[in-house]
């Protein structure tokens, strides 16, 4: 519909009676009202619409009394690796487009920094030649190089644990608005010991596979980690602790009752494996809860 979340407008009670929104397309704002509001935005943009949604009931952005909403941000570390396997140099070339991520190599142990992370293997597509780019040479002996390595194509992807730190958190500042007046999220990370030391050991286990299968191996990742593969999570955590937590177990806002956050804003902790099946459970759960409570008439 066009149409952008400036911010969410609250009653006398506390609780949000609608969303203020505004038109991509001719820039006019409007207001849509409803009993009760789900946010799936994403674990940067979630916080920011809560963050730029004060008011006399809260000044520090809707249900952020505590000072919680957009802090404890993580997500996963991530490098890869591209492998052409000697065995299968010069093959003829055939289509496995369709055969994409059916593989995955976890690790035992998400608790340490020892085995914190697993592998994705073929994640990515196999016709695009990305290795013409790294090899030496030109005309056609270089055309046949690249052909003959093409059906030789392995690749690993390696997706790592980052912990939930108090200090890493997604503000906004009034002082640097978007093309429409709303206020720009700003992300402050930094990785720290847990995660540079989980990070080193995925990529040692990465180069001694890939030593391993032998072939040429095309290294992706450097001394430090990348960033969080679209992967962010929990700047709107749920807890029982209403000082430590902005969410119930049911993904609601502890202080305004017709609020639910249902995508990973609302993580704790996030282990090395992707985060989309455990939101659509837990979208579920809270779908469910708001029936409940609305048949109970408490919403």
């Known amino acids: 519909m066009n149409a952008l979340a400036r911010e969410l407008l609250v009653d006398d009670e506390g609780r949000i009676r609608a969303v203020s929104i505004v038109d991509r397309l001719t820039k006019q704002e409007e207001e849509i009202q409803a009993r009760v509001f789900v946010?799936?935005?994403?674990?940067?943009?979630?916080?920011?619409?809560?963050?730029?949604?004060?008011?006399?009931?809260?000044?520090?952005?809707?249900?952020?009394s505590n000072d919680v909403v957009g802090r404890y941000l993580h997500g996963h570390l991530n490098g890869t690796v591209e492998v052409y396997l000697k065995e299968l140099m010069g093959k003829a070339p055939f289509n496995q487009d369709g055969a994409l991520d059916h593989v995955y190599v976890p690790r035992a142990d998400a608790r340490t920094a020892t085995k914190a992370y697993g592998f994705q293997v073929n994640y990515s597509g196999f016709m695009f030649p990305r290795h013409?780019?790294?090899?030496?040479?030109y005309g056609a002996a270089f055309k046949q190089t690249v052909r003959d390595m093409q059906q030789s194509?392995?690749?690993?992807?390696?997706?790592?644990?980052?912990?939930?730190?108090?200090?890493?958190?997604?503000?906004v500042d009034a002082g640097r608005p978007d093309a429409f007046g709303i206020p720009t999220p700003v992300v402050h990370f930094r990785f720290g010991d847990f995660d540079m030391e989980?990070?080193?050991n995925m990529t040692t286990a990465l180069r001694e596979m890939c030593g391993a299968l032998?072939?040429?191996?095309?290294?992706?990742?450097?001394?430090?980690?990348?960033?969080?593969?679209?992967?962010?999570?929990?700047?709107?955590?749920?807890?029982?602790?209403?000082?430590?937590?902005?969410?119930?177990?049911y993904c609601q806002?502890?202080?305004?009752?017709?609020?639910?956050?249902?995508?990973?804003?609302?993580?704790?902790?996030f282990s090395e494996k992707n985060p989309t099946l455990t939101i659509m459970a837990l979208s579920m759960r809270t779908a469910e809860q708001i029936m409940r409570l609305r048949k109970r008439g408490e919403l």
Request: aromatic share 8%.
């Open 153 to 171: 194509s392995l690749s690993f992807g390696g997706w790592g644990k980052v912990l939930a730190q108090r200090e890493n958190r997604v503000t």
């Open 132 to 137: 013409a780019k790294r090899i030496p040479g």
């Open 198 to 200: 989980n990070y080193g």
């Open 39 to 64: 946010l799936g935005c994403g674990a940067v943009e979630s916080p920011r619409l809560l963050l730029n949604s004060k008011s006399r009931p809260y000044p520090n952005g809707l249900g952020n």
């Open 214 to 249: 032998g072939g040429t191996a095309f290294i992706n990742f450097g001394e430090r980690p990348g960033g969080f593969a679209s992967h962010e999570v929990g700047t709107i955590r749920m807890g029982k602790d209403r000082q430590t937590s902005a969410l119930n177990s």
């Open 253 to 269: 806002s502890h202080e305004v009752k017709n609020l639910f956050v249902t995508d990973g804003s609302s993580f704790t902790t």
